[in-house]
């Protein structure tokens, strides 16, 4: 990864990042001046955002269902980066770009990956218990049993017989 060269197409990403980017911020800009002119809107968009939080806490995964990422951003930095593992890659998963911690850069489109593993090894797959041994039948049991199936035998005879 550290002798990656961009290609055309990485250009043509990271600009379009960027142009998204710009758009986005424009976007939250006016949204806050909205906010700030109306506190009714503000309070909703609160209230909103609480409810957001709360509900990606409901998701937390287990260390082994995250996978980590060694990812190369357009600035040239590698970076470590995490997914659920069901992704196939991390662009994937959403991390389409990044902002670099060792630069600064927003929005820095991953250009080169590689997995490194999960976060932690799976469990032990758990036996299931056995079942129970069969339970030894008492005396009066097999006795019944043998009643029964001397009454059973007789009456067949007679049947055949009659």
Known sequence: MEEYALTRRDHRRQKQSEETSESVRLQVEEDNAKCRADPARAERRRQAFEEVAKLMQSFKKADHEIMRWR?????????????HYTYTDPVSAGAYS?????????????????????????PEPTEPTPPPPPKKPTRAE???RVKALEEENERLRAKLTG
């Not at 990812?71 to 997914?83: F, K, M, P, Q, T």
């Not at 060792?102 to 799976?122: H, N, S």
């Open 71 to 83: 990812v190369r951003l357009y600035c040239g930095h590698i970076i470590e980066i995490e997914a």
């Open 98 to 122: 990044k902002r670099c911690p060792e630069c600064g850069e927003d929005q820095q489109t991953i250009v080169a990956f590689e997995p490194i593993g999960l976060r932690a090894e799976p």
């Open 142 to 144: 097999l006795e019944r």
